[in-house]
């Protein structure tokens, strides 16, 4: 089913920026998307449906499930003027496999507004006193009792009143009107627990059986089914009666009955072996043809797609119909979807109902829900469908951006609530069934796909063919689907289902990261994720992509799974950004965290100094805190502060002199003038200097400058550039205030400058 919210609700619509995929420009029919304003029109069905089921003891359940329905056949008198039906349910059944015997026949028929009027078994009368209908069951004592293995036995119920809605949902059988002047309209829907309200059955999900229904109406309107049309009968005057009849079992909650003075007109679709052509009939208010005709114009191509990618249509002997019905949303009723009429726009823009509600075919009418426990198996199917659908016209780029769409947390702002299986009678049709149930086979294919970056939809597929092919006309819980992935996907996948079906939530990640500088080239690149949502870890593989300053990328996959993990990637270059799953592949919030504050490439955990840049992380004094960060501290106690120290651990190079006032330059370019200030109190006699000039690579060997020349004496200004610098591997200079050219040891020499 897929629900849309009322135009009177649009107010909580976010007016938000919509997320536009890359289409081809000439497709035809025109693709519209729908833009995330549109999904917003999506309705979580509890805001006007809630599915609360009728509270039956256990014990009421358990006697009802000791039979096993077989058949329904349901006649069915549409009292227009008194909005009335009369009905004659003949409910064919066995005793369910497990139970030895049946001696209660238990049904679910709305007691308020519905009565019985006679009940008879295999012909004859059953006494009223054997029959009673409270709380919304009906329960008929079988005497004898129906035994294990015992040919089916059939009870018809006759009952009639005037269906109105159970609780506050909008279930039931309706008597409406359209158009003007107004046509009668009456038509039904009964997903979940609502097929009770307009018809006796056993309306739990799991016991499909076949169905054929009679619906007397006036003859002046059409009346539609599930199934196919069989010649129809004279009625009472001025009534007809039509029959439709299913040749493929189906749950109670697919049975749909729909009539008014429809418009009518098909398409065909041709089976994938070329051998069936199979009508694919739409039905539409009149007043609304021209729009349907547009919007349900998809519909042959988009079944041909499904097959393809899923295995055949299911109801190839039948049909896929669609009818229009009152209603801000649609049903995917056994071939025969309901399609709400305020949705026949005749632009498109709800394609992803139209084909939503078809996927619906194989993913909730082909294989339906054992209980609504396991509902995602239908809506979050259907919704991954819709997402196919569009991958199949836009491809990845508008997969990857339609499944960006679905998640509910960049537009609300929070995220989904309770789990996708068991979400609880209220969230039955929320966001988290249809969008979240959607992501989890977005990560399966992920998850299946690795070590692919883009997986093909083609690894996914095999999963949900064998999901088909084992339940195909049956029924599968979530349990069931969880044993087939793990088979076909060749691996215990139970770990991923826990997390993302069975748990609440996603994960928040928090993630850095740095580029460590390696000499002599080459930088290490340093990523810290962290999980800090409340509960267990999620594991998950995730892709983090680097991209370097030419533009170029490469993604490395990683499986995280700790609450803290670190990764590592040599590099040649530098990223100039890192990503985390930037493509989108894993449900989750991602926050970016600072791991190095200084950006000198080192994290902050191997940084000895992470506040203060640097890239040589020297840690002179072996205390764990780099040079940098000691200023103010003399460590070699040469009396020069570290951060004017050349060389800070290496007391013994640097005492000064305490007689000879100068000033030691050292330069790797040649080329560089330098100045100085002669101290006065260090016992200047002269207001000129000499200078003393050498090969800094022999003075790092001798540690002294007597090999030096005396390249300038007398120099009265302090100013200096060297004219024949000797070598590119650097010079050194020594500026004496009175001892001439005179060598000096190195080892009682300060560096006062260090160029
Ligand atoms: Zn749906």
Redesign the pocket.
């Known amino acids: 089913?897929?629900g849309v919210r009322s135009p009177s609700l649009k107010a909580h619509v976010p007016s938000l920026i919509v997320l536009l995929l890359a289409l081809p420009a000439a497709a035809a029919p025109p693709i519209r998307l729908p833009t995330e304003a549109d999904r917003q029109l999506l309705i979580d069905l509890e805001g006007c449906r809630p599915a609360i089921p009728p509270a039956r003891p256990p014990e009421i359940l358990a006697t009802q499930a000791d039979i096993d329905v077989q058949s329904y056949d349901l006649s069915l008198f549409l009292d227009v003027a008194n909005e009335r039906i009369e009905g004659v349910n003949a409910i064919s059944f066995v005793t369910s496999s497990s139970s030895p015997a049946a001696d209660e026949l238990v049904l679910d028929l709305d007691s308020n507004f519905l009565s019985v009027t006679r009940v008879v078994r295999d012909g004859v009368d059953v006494p009223l006193a054997s029959v009673t209908h409270a709380s919304d069951v009906l329960r008929i004592l079988l005497a004898p009792a129906v035994v294990n293995g015992a040919p089916a036995s059939t009870v018809e119920v006759h009952y009639e009143g005037q269906p109105e809605e159970i609780g506050n949902g909008f279930g039931t059988l309706r008597f409406e009107t359209h158009a003007i002047p107004p046509e009668p309209l009456i038509f039904t829907l009964s997903e979940p627990y609502f097929g009770r309200g307009w018809w006796p059955c056993k309306d739990e999900p799991g016991d499909k059986a076949l169905v054929s229904v009679h619906v007397e109406a006036p003859d002046t309107l059409t009346v539609v089914s599930n199934g196919l049309e069989e010649p129809s009968a004279v009625g009472r005057p001025g009534h007809r009666i039509t029959t439709w009849t299913s040749r493929y079992p189906m749950s109670t909650y697919l049975v749909a009955v729909s009539v008014t003075n429809f418009a009518t007109w098909q398409d065909s679709y041709v089976s994938q072996d070329g051998l069936t052509t199979m009508p694919v009939p739409y039905w539409s208010y009149p007043e609304l043809e021209a729009q349907a005709r547009e919007d349900w114009s998809i519909t042959p191509a988009a079944i041909d797609f499904y097959a393809r990618r899923f295995v055949e249509y299911p109801f190839l002997e039948e049909k896929y119909g669609q009818v229009s019905i009152p209603m801000w949303g649609a049903m995917?009723h056994q071939t025969a979807t309901s399609y709400g009429a305020q949705l026949l726009s005749g632009d498109h823009r709800f394609d992803y109902v139209v084909v939503?509600?078809l996927a619906?075919q194989w993913w909730g009418d082909l294989v339906g829900p054992t209980t609504f426990d396991s509902i995602w198996l239908?809506?979050g199917f259907?919704t991954y469908s819709e997402a196919l659908w569009f991958e199949g016209q836009g491809g990845m780029s508008a997969y990857l951006g339609y499944m960006r769409n679905l998640d509910r947390l960049p537009w609300t702002g929070t995220d989904f609530e309770g789990t996708v299986h068991a979400p609880g009678d209220a969230r039955l049709f929320s966001d988290t069934v249809y969008r979240k149930g959607g992501w989890v086979l977005h990560m399966l294919r992920w998850v299946l796909g690795q070590p692919a970056i883009a997986p093909d939809p083609e690894v996914l597929m095999p999963v949900l063919r064998s999901h088909a092919a084992e339940h195909a006309y049956a029924s599968a819980q979530t349990s069931d689907f969880v044993a087939t992935a793990s088979v076909v996907g060749g691996q215990d996948l139970s770990w991923f289902f826990d997390q993302w079906v069975h748990r609440e939530g996603r994960p928040l990640y928090e993630v850095g990261w740095t580029a460590e500088p390696q000499q002599p080239t080459g930088f290490v690149v340093r990523v810290r994720t962290r999980q800090v949502q409340a509960g267990p870890t999620f594991r998950m593989p995730v892709n983090l992509r680097m991209t370097f300053a030419d533009s170029s990328t490469r993604d490395e996959i990683v499986w995280q799974d700790q609450s803290e993990q670190d990764f590592a990637f040599p590099t040649v270059e530098a990223p100039v950004s890192v990503a985390w799953d930037p493509d989108g592949w894993v449900l989750k919030a991602v926050t970016t965290i600072d791991i190095d504050q200084d950006d000198d490439g080192f994290a902050d955990w191997l940084d000895s100094c992470p506040l203060v840049p640097d890239p040589t992380q020297a840690d002179g004094n072996g205390n764990g805190v780099g040079d940098a960060c000691e200023p103010g501290i003399d460590f070699d106690g040469d009396l020069v502060l570290n951060e004017s120290d050349c060389a800070p651990a290496d007391p013994q190079a640097f005492t000064p002199p305490p007689d000879d006032a100068l000033i030691f330059v050292a330069r790797r370019a040649p080329g560089f003038a330098f100045t100085w200030t002669l101290p006065p109190a260090a016992g200047q006699r002269q207001p000129v200097a000499d200078i003393t000039h050498g090969l800094l690579a022999d003075l790092l060997t001798s540690r002294s400058t007597a090999g030096g020349t005396c390249a300038a004496a007398g120099v009265a200004t302090p100013e200096w550039l060297d004219p024949a610098p000797t070598s590119a591997g650097g010079d050194w200079y020594v500026v004496h205030a009175w001892n001439g050219c005179a060598a000096v040891d190195v080892g009682d020499t300060p560096l006062s400058a260090c160029r």
């Open positions: 089913m897929r995917e939503h509600e619906h239908n809506e259907a």
